[in-house]
């Protein structure tokens, strides 16, 4: 499913389309003739994020259109006359065009003021004061001096009233520019950006008209957020001064230069002046085809886990999405059972695997950095021998938990014996065969509970640890292969993990949901001991399961996540982003969207119905609630 809304035809509705309601410094009705012309003839939404005066917004009069701006009294404006027009219609027309109403008028705060008498102040001072301008001093109070005008025409009821119309099919933001278009903007829409202007010599004091501070940088800000909108598939004009740096920044576009008249100018001698209309054309959208390819025979040699929250089923889908783009590189950030890393390795590309959890660590160090190494009959047999000075932690600290003493016993066995073992890459072999046979003797695989009391008579339950570690090793020999590459495993948090350029970075991080939670540790506190031989870890005596604390995660809370997949997506930038995701979980599907789309200029999701092998929580258990969707995101 593409994020992106189709594009359409605008229905020019409006016969006759009403004119701006305020005089604005900048305002662009003189340029009209010159704007319009370039916009193209059919799109999607009309996007104006900085309206002011809104004079090309009125005079093309779209259908479907946001405008927006930062100032809080122009917006009032606008959406007081779309939603109660003959309010400000019949407030305006108790207003006289005299010095001592005006100072009456202009003394009043308007954010004090119900929305519609504010949205007539504003119109009656923009119409009375002196030369049309809308300025305010560092209070953000209206500073303008009265007009004198013999007949000001700051009623036009009838052009309030088309200006009605247009405005109530118009969404209508108070926000700064980005914040409107990262919300907004999508494939196929119009953007028409009118920021305040680069000083030049001819209109040196016109920034004392305007509220807004628009420095050098800000228009290089800006520049980068319209070559974004660009690959985005958006079409964009934009004006500005003929400045030196509106060449540079916008080189390779059609900029078109213009004679224009500075009307508030204050110096008569410098009311002349020469704007840039910049044209830009929207990058083609490339083709994405999702085409069904089936995997190689090799990942199904992956040792099978119920690990929380693998994508052992999801696979092809994955494989479909980024067999699209062309890399060789792939960071696999939360590596968990190793399965998709395994996958990438199966189709010939580098893999950097990375969990934070060790466990997950071992796994991808035997598996996937590993490319040869297997255990042999001799390293089996020198496994289990019987050792002399082992400590019996397992025995001790755990005993009657989670396994007979006989199987305590030979955990204890195996811990010792394995660091023997060498090269390292043969000890996370034999601790991967381990780590799987503890699992796999347990009922439901996780360690959130003592006893067997969710016994479901499953053959693996009545095997001992042994036979369940012998089977394993088998099984850990056979998934052993050579795809040619230098592969790599890590055990880094994520957001410290060093940044790739020009690969596939792949993300499946813990699903924040306040409805369940994510700590893998709780569940797998046994056997990620077993992975650090409990070392640095603080096993919390008082507890029932002598589960240890969790590592500390922003993917906790809904701000920690937003904030961790932000700082993720920007690190990674450089690369193709492919992000699993779940329906249930927060941020939200839009909010991810619009979090991709700040560093991709394309988004897609596919979302694919899956229904994981058990419920996060007992009352959801067998029941529906743990059928969700799954999204995958790719950013590109």
């Not at 006289?96 to 119109?123: C, G, K, M, V, W």
């Not at 693998?310 to 590189?329: D, G, P, R, Y």
């Not at 056997?527 to 906790?556: C, M, N």
């Not at 690369?575 to 619009?594: A, G, R």
Request: charged content about 25%; some cysteine; proline content about 5%.
């Amino acid at each position: 499913m593409a994020i992106m809304q189709g594009v359409q035809a605008q229905d020019k509705a409006i016969a006759q389309p009403p004119k701006p309601l305020l005089k604005w410094a900048g305002g662009k009705t003189q340029l009209l003739d010159a704007i319009l012309p370039k916009f193209p003839s059919r799109y999607g939404k009309f996007i104006e994020p900085f309206v002011g005066g809104g004079a090309v917004f009125f005079a093309l009069a779209p259908q479907d259109a946001v405008i927006g701006d930062s100032n809080p009294e122009l917006i009032n404006l606008y959406r007081c006359v779309a939603s109660d027009v003959e309010a400000v219609v019949a407030i305006l027309r108790s207003f006289d065009n005299t010095e001592d109403f005006f100072y009456h008028i202009r003394s009043l705060d308007f954010t004090q003021l119900e929305p519609a008498r504010a949205a007539a102040r504003t119109i009656y001072l923009n119409k009375t004061c002196f030369n049309g301008l809308f300025r305010v001093n560092r209070r953000g109070q209206f500073n303008v001096p009265f007009g004198r005008h013999a007949n000001p025409n700051f009623l036009d009821a009838a052009n309030l009233r088309a200006a009605s119309e247009l405005l109530k099919k118009a969404k209508i933001e108070c926000l700064d520019y980005k914040t409107l278009l990262a919300n907004e903007a999508r494939e196929g829409d119009l953007i028409f950006l009118d920021p305040p202007y680069l000083p030049t010599s001819e209109h040196s004091d016109f920034k004392r008209y305007t509220k807004e501070q628009f420095y050098e940088e800000d228009h290089v800000e800006l520049a980068a957020e319209v070559q974004r909108l660009k690959h985005l598939g958006c079409h964009i004009v934009l004006t500005n001064s003929n400045h030196p740096l509106v060449h540079e920044l916008y080189a390779g576009n059609t900029l078109d230069v213009v004679q224009t008249k500075r009307y508030i100018n204050c110096r008569g001698g410098s009311r002349r002046g020469e704007d840039v209309i910049v044209s830009i054309k929207p990058v083609k959208r490339p083709d994405f085809k999702l085409v069904p390819k089936p995997l190689p025979t090799q990942v199904s040699l992956y040792p099978s886990t119920r690990y929380m929250g693998s994508k052992h089923k999801l696979l092809a889908e994955i494989w479909m999405v980024a067999s699209q783009f062309q890399f060789e590189t792939v960071l696999d950030l939360f590596s968990g059972s190793g399965i998709v890393g395994y996958m990438f390795k199966a189709q010939g590309k580098q893999v950097i695997s990375n969990d934070y959890m060790a466990m997950g660590a071992i796994y991808s160090k035997a598996l996937i950095e590993n490319s040869s190494m297997r255990l042999n009959e001799k390293d089996v047999q020198r496994l289990l021998v019987s050792a002399d000075g082992m400590d019996t932690f397992v025995q001790t600290r755990f005993k009657g938990l989670y396994y007979p003493d006989e199987d305590n016993l030979f955990i204890d066995q195996i811990r010792h014996n394995l660091k023997q073992l060498h090269p390292p890459s043969k000890r996370a072999l034999a601790m991967a065969a381990l780590i799987r046979a503890c699992l796999k003797k347990r009922p439901r695989g996780i360690f959130t509970y003592v006893g067997h009391r969710y016994d479901d008579g499953r053959r693996d339950l009545a095997a001992s640890i042994q036979e369940q570690f012998l089977s394993a090793v088998a099984t850990v020999n056979a998934a052993v292969f050579d795809n040619g590459r230098k592969n790599k495993s890590q055990n880094l948090d994520a957001l410290e993990v060093k940044a790739v350029e020009g690969g596939m970075v792949y993300i499946d991080p813990p699903y924040y949901s306040p409805l369940s939670d994510n700590e893998y540790v709780r569940r797998y506190h046994f056997v990620e001991g077993l992975a650090r031989d409990w070392k640095g870890v603080e096993i919390q005596e008082h507890t029932l399961t002598k589960k240890f604390k969790s590592y500390p995660t922003p993917f906790s809370s809904r701000k920690g996540a937003h904030e961790a997949f932000d700082a993720l997506f920007r690190k990674h930038k450089n690369n193709y982003l492919l992000v699993s995701y779940s329906s249930n979980s927060q941020p939200t599907l839009d909010e991810m969207v619009n979090l991709l789309a700040k560093y991709k200029a394309h988004v897609e999701v596919v979302p694919i119905d899956y229904k994981y092998s058990f419920g996060t929580q007992n009352h959801k258990i067998g029941n529906k609630n743990n059928s969700v969707q799954e999204y995958l995101f790719i950013g590109y």
